[in-house]
């Protein structure tokens, strides 16, 4: 009924072979029987960690956590883990087991895992081990937690995020009790480390059907990002929107379907700072002035609270900065913006600018797509001339500019390849090696630069 990898089968028939007993478990049975390929395969036994060495002897293992219980089987390039069955011991602080101790009953292990879509076994000699109904779950599309759903967020607070995810990526709801014992707890993020925290939200915020989990979990991420609480019902006030902030921001992520992680977080933050900038114009409307350089500002500071990653924070910030600059059919306002954004960027700030007028009102979108989609195909035909955005790009580099002018390295040299790269865009300087060099020495005779 499942069908398990050679290399996963093999380790499970040396355990057997021992007399242990032996299954996979947890999300990749989870996967297979939703028809999904799972990403990783985990097997678990009552052979202890110490018995596994023999068990496993001939082949190389890596001690993953051997308190925990956790042994990983090299064959090949691949890393199967196999982990003793295991009971959690009392849980300290909302996030980490006292000590866990090892059990022979897989039931046991069972029931200690999060949701019931999560707590399945399966082994071809026994078939599927299911003792809390996943399998009817996975039907009826449901998380739900193994035991009293708030007792389980007590011991582990990572879970009400982990809830969360799963309803993201794979379009279940959370079970009513499960759902609101989740709400009820949410103070408890607190306890969990911000890395775990991002690392959830990250995954969220990118599965197929987040819209919908952070608006039916709307209190859990306001919990998180409680800089985001005040878009909830906000009216817009304007003939522009028909949706208040957070529905806005929420049909926004949703059109941005199939973009990559930077795309979906600024899709999630671009309008985070509409309700402190809004101002009421003369013409009783209203307006939100320096809304997307503020909104990059308190989106860093989310990020940076959370841990995110340089990099990561950089894009999504400089996206959100430029959200609602007008994109034109204008080579030179392309051009300009891309060499600041570079090509990557630019992709994402058109699907973003598409996303976000999808969530206007109507017309709308009837009378600015045209000009949006315009500005797309213009700027598709200049990556194919493969007009050159950076310096990178033109024929020459540093090198031949210190050479040609004599000049040591330094900020000059950069200088000087900008404004070569503005001659090139700008179509006044052909980006060819003779040309570019013809123009340093024309430079350098003129004694520039100062
Ligand atoms: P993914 O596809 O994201 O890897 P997964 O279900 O395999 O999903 P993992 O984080 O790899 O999730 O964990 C493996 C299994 O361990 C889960 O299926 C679940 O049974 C159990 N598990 C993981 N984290 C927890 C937790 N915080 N509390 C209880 N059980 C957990
Ligand atoms: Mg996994």
Redesign the pocket.
């Known amino acids: 009924m499942i069908s398990i990898p050679p290399n996963v089968h093999y380790i499970m028939k040396l355990l057997e072979e021992s007399g242990f007993e032996s299954f996979v478990v947890?999300?990749c049975v989870?996967d297979s029987l939703m028809g999904r390929t799972p990403?990783?395969w985990?097997v678990c036994t009552d052979c202890v960690p110490e018995r596994m060495k023999q068990v496993f002897s001939g082949l190389k293992t890596v001690d993953i956590g051997e308190k925990h219980g956790t042994v990983a089987v090299v064959l090949g390039s691949e890393k199967i883990e196999v982990t003793t069955y295991r009971v959690d011991g009392v849980y300290l602080d909302h996030r980490h087991p006292l000590r866990a101790s090892f059990t022979s009953r897989l039931g046991d292990d069972l029931s200690?895992?999060?949701f019931t879509i999560?707590?399945m076994a399966y082994s071809p000699r026994s078939g599927l081990v299911d003792l809390f109904g996943g399998a009817e779950d996975i039907r009826r599309g449901l998380i739900r937690a193994v035991g009293e759903p708030a007792k389980r967020f007590d011991e582990?607070a990572?879970?009400i995020l982990?809830a969360v995810r799963f309803s993201a990526a794979l379009g279940f709801g959370i079970e009513k009790n499960t759902a609101s014992a989740a709400r009820q707890k949410r103070e408890l993020l607190d306890f969990v480390s911000a890395e775990r925290r991002c690392a959830e939200l990250r995954k969220t915020v990118a599965a197929p059907f987040a819209a919908r989990a952070l608006s039916e979990n709307e209190d859990i991420f306001f919990a998180l990002v409680p800089e985001m609480s005040p878009c909830r019902g906000f009216d817009q006030r304007s003939r522009y929107h028909v949706y208040d902030v957070w529905e806005h921001i929420l049909r926004t992520l949703d059109a941005a379907e199939g973009g990559d992680e930077v795309l979906r977080l600024a899709a999630l933050f671009h309008d985070i700072a509409k309700p402190e900038r809004a101002r009421t114009g003369g013409d009783g409307c209203l307006h939100f002035p320096g809304h997307p350089k503020r909104g990059a500002e308190i989106t860093r500071d989310v990020f940076t609270r959370l841990k995110f990653d340089r990099k990561t924070t950089d894009a999504v910030c400089a996206l959100i900065e430029d959200h609602d600059c007008y994109l034109k059919p204008d080579e030179k306002q392309l051009a300009g913006l891309l060499r600041r954004h570079g090509p990557e960027q630019m992709e994402r700030l058109f699907a973003l600018q598409k996303a976000d007028m999808l969530a206007h009102a109507p017309f709308v979108i009837e009378s600015f797509s045209v000009e949006l989609d315009a500005a797309h195909a213009l700027f598709e035909t200049m990556l194919e001339r493969s007009a050159p955005v950076t310096v990178s790009a033109l024929k020459i580099n540093g090198g031949d500019v210190m050479r040609a002018l004599g000049i040591p390295p330094g900020p000059a040299v950069g200088g000087v390849l900008e404004e070569l790269l503005d001659l090139v865009t700008s179509h006044r300087l052909e980006n060819t090696r003779e040309a570019l060099l013809a123009e340093l020495e024309k430079r350098s005779s003129a004694g520039q630069p100062q």
């Open positions: 947890g999300g989870r990403s990783d985990d200690r895992r999060d999560n707590a582990d990572l879970r982990r």
